[in-house]
């Protein structure tokens, strides 16, 4: 799967419906990928979430009109797909920094968001590690959270040392066995497709489940095993970019299976540079 050309016709889809209100699983279903994966994919390419990549570019070519001032913002908070005038003004004002009537005589604030052109760069490097195994399926146990795809990147680091410093000791003593915290788990959910959910867990082997805890059945899929080694978060973050930049596009004969994506984390200082952790993708050949 070329996830260059991927993220290109995506970046060009959403230019030419920027008006439409378009969504990740829309485009996922023109482009024929899971809008799961497609999320993860482009944040990881671009930097943005496509939520807020399309906010973006709809804020600043609303502020161009603004300038022009031919149009009354009822009817560009219309045109830009927002449900009132109020909440137009105050995602305008949150990007901007002044209101849209401020932007008239001060055109000097408008702050530009222009479409990303993605480009290729051929890097030396390290070889990728990585296995192909089949796996059973297994159970895993942890405590669910439901993330938002355009603050997934923000806010999962700040859930990790909240769960870290005030959930994680306690669990660990009803849990002994199951050592919670070996993975970090995101799952789509079907029902929502702006959110997914991302589940701290361990094996789970039949003990009793805590309140608030969810047991999952991960299915058996053939998994795309990557190694990294450095410290967190950034040697896992590096890894994630360089699996769609590097080898979905020298794999074409494998494409993503299922709407997971799991990380283990090995004992040891996560700050170190010789820290081992691991990302595994579920896939299938084409």
């Not at 009109?65 to 797909?81: F, H, N, Q, W």
């Not at 589940?199 to 991960?218: K, R, T």
């Not at 299976?257 to 691991?278: C, I, K, M, R």
Request: charged content about 25%; aromatic content about 12%; glycine content about 8%.
């Amino acid at each position: 799967m070329d996830w260059i050309e991927l993220v290109k016709n995506t970046l060009s889809y959403i230019e030419l419906n920027l008006l439409e209100p378009i969504t990740a699983e829309e485009i996922g279903q023109e482009l024929n990928i899971s809008g799961f994966y497609l999320q993860n994919g482009f944040k990881v390419m671009t930097g943005y979430g496509i939520g807020e990549y399309i906010r973006n570019r709809r804020l600043y070519m609303a502020a161009l009109d603004v300038l022009k001032g031919d149009e009354k913002i009822i009817d560009l908070s219309e045109k830009y797909r927002y449900e009132t005038p109020e909440s137009f003004s105050k995602a305008f004002r949150r990007f901007h920094g002044v209101s849209p009537m401020q932007m008239r005589t001060r055109c000097y604030k408008v702050k530009p968001f222009l479409p990303i052109e993605l480009t290729v760069s051929l890097k030396g490097g390290s070889k990728l590690s990585v296995t192909i195994e089949k796996m059973h399926a297994w159970k895993v146990i942890g405590l669910p959270y439901t993330v938002c795809y355009d603050s997934a990147f923000d806010c999962i680091p700040g859930y990790w040392d909240n769960y870290c410093k005030n959930i994680l000791p306690k669990v660990n003593q009803q849990l002994p066995g199951c050592c919670i915290g070996m993975y970090g788990i995101c799952m789509e959910q079907e029902e929502n497709k702006k959110d997914f959910v991302y589940l701290i867990a361990g094996d789970y082997h039949g003990e009793e489940v805590p309140e608030g805890f969810s047991v999952v059945e991960i299915p058996a899929y053939t998994w795309a095993k990557f190694h990294c080694t450095g410290p967190m978060p950034s040697a896992l973050q590096s890894m994630n970019r360089r699996i769609y930049e590097e080898w979905l596009p020298s794999h074409p004969e494998y494409t993503i299976a299922g709407g997971y994506n799991v990380e283990l984390y090995d004992n040891g200082d996560t700050l170190a540079d010789t820290y081992q952790s691991h990302i595994w993708l579920p896939i299938k050949e084409v």
